[in-house]
């Protein structure tokens, strides 16, 4: 037997006996985008670490992610990362038990670079290797938030390139209620806020513009769906963005919180809609909210108010686990685990990696 093939059947003996135990000290690696991110996870719930470097200042001078760079940027953070990690959470490199990555849905120069780094670094320390999906990563950071919360819930997932109403049944399994046909919610944040010569990435800064501003000063149009739960950004994006070009054209002045504020506004009121409805239909007792969008401020307050007077139990968890980091990685990579799911060394990045069971 190769020393590959020794290292797979040890491993595999290694994830049992874990799972046995239902207990892990996981390393969990993100680079799937624009942030390198290194944590360490007790059990799936507890956070002992999160180190993460943001590169969003050196692609807002480019006025988006620049692939190439973002995985330059990866190779260059990732072992300071590490030593940040390992240091912040008081353990050593024996302590831990596994190493869990992001293997897609992303960038794929930037998702090899954490994916190449974590089976070296799981083979070097002799320790299962978990692939994880990004977006069920994202629904995980619910789990570090909330210590109560357990399945089945249902939970909107939005995000730069994302936007799922999900039925969570059970750790790990989901039902796909609704999506978004076109754009997703950050992206669509993101390109309104170019209009109005926001920085990137646009999102927060709208987020906060709109917080000075009347919802009601602009008209947009409310897109329709086939779907009874989809979203469509792409109708409303292009509409808004050409009432701003008309605006300037007729001389008129774009008054930008208010702008930003009817936006927001209809952006927020779509997503909050659906996923009430989809939360409804199915019955659902409990409510979640997941990915980089769900740190807006208004989507936040609706979800919470709203779902609350529907009778449902709302969980969001604190906006720096809402965007991307490395701590929602090592929950999923738990659960991963804990249901016998370790990958081989053969595992790659998979860029265009759909929501498992989706
Ligand atoms: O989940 P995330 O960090 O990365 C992806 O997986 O895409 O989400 C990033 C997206 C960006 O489009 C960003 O503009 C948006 O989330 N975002 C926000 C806010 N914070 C981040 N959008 C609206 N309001 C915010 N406060
Ligand atoms: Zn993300």
């Known amino acids: 037997?190769?020393?590959?093939?020794?290292?797979?059947?040890?491993?595999?003996?290694?994830?049992?006996?874990?799972?046995?135990r239902g207990e892990a000290l996981i390393l969990s690696v993100e680079?799937?985008?624009?942030?390198?991110?290194?944590?360490?996870?007790?059990?799936?719930?507890?956070?002992?670490?999160?180190?993460?470097?943001?590169?969003?200042?050196?692609?807002?001078?480019y006025g988006g992610v620049v692939p190439e760079i973002a995985s330059r940027m990866h190779v260059e953070a990732i072992d300071p990362l590490l030593e940040a990690a390992l240091a912040e959470a008081h353990v050593t490199l024996d302590a831990i038990?596994?190493?869990?990555?992001?293997?897609?849905?992303?960038?794929?120069?930037?998702?090899?670079?954490?994916?190449?780094?974590?089976?070296?670094?799981?083979?070097?320390?002799?320790?299962?290797?978990?692939?994880?999906?990004?977006?069920?990563?994202?629904v995980s950071a619910n789990y570090i938030a909330h210590p109560d919360?357990?399945?089945?819930?249902?939970?909107?997932?939005?995000?730069?390139?994302?936007?799922?109403?999900?039925?969570?049944?059970?750790?790990g399994e989901y039902e796909l209620l609704g999506q978004t046909t076109d754009?997703?919610?950050?992206?669509?944040?993101?390109k309104v806020a170019r209009v109005l010569d926001i920085p990137y990435p646009g999102g927060p800064l709208l987020d906060r513009l709109a917080d000075a501003g009347d919802d009601h000063a602009y008209k947009f149009p409310h897109p329709h769906t086939q779907g009874k739960y989809d979203f469509s950004f792409s109708g409303l994006k292009t509409a808004v963005i050409n009432q701003a070009h008309n605006l300037r054209q007729q001389g008129v002045e774009i008054d930008a919180k208010n702008f930003a504020a009817s936006f927001r506004r209809s952006v927020v009121d779509l997503l909050v809609d659906k996923t009430l409805a989809a939360a409804r239909d199915t019955g659902a007792k409990r409510l979640a909210v997941a990915g980089g969008v769900?740190?807006?401020?208004?989507?936040?307050?609706?979800?919470?108010?709203?779902?609350?007077?529907?009778?449902?139990?709302?969980?969001?968890?604190?906006?720096?686990?809402c965007t991307d980091n490395a701590v929602m990685i090592g929950s999923a990579a738990f659960y991963r685990l804990m249901a016998g799911e370790t990958a081989g060394l053969d595992l790659n990045a998979v860029p265009a990696l759909r929501m498992i069971g989706v």
């Open 1 to 20: 037997m190769g020393n590959r093939d020794s290292y797979q059947a040890r491993c595999r003996a290694k994830a049992e006996d874990l799972r046995r």
């Open 31 to 61: 680079s799937s985008c624009d942030e390198t991110a290194v944590a360490v996870v007790r059990n799936g719930r507890e956070q002992l670490a999160n180190a993460i470097a943001s590169q969003i200042d050196t692609h807002a001078l």
């Open 97 to 138: 038990d596994a190493v869990g990555v992001t293997y897609g849905p992303g960038l794929v120069g930037a998702l090899l670079t954490g994916v190449s780094w974590a089976k070296a670094l799981a083979y070097a320390m002799d320790v299962p290797l978990i692939g994880v999906n990004h977006i069920e990563g994202h």
């Open 149 to 171: 919360l357990e399945p089945p819930f249902v939970c909107l997932v939005a995000s730069g390139g994302h936007s799922h109403i999900l039925n969570v049944t059970r750790y």
């Open 183 to 190: 754009d997703a919610a950050g992206e669509a944040f993101d």
């Open 294 to 321: 769900a740190a807006n401020s208004l989507l936040r307050s609706e979800l919470q108010g709203r779902g609350e007077r529907a009778g449902l139990k709302v969980f969001i968890p604190p906006k720096n686990l």
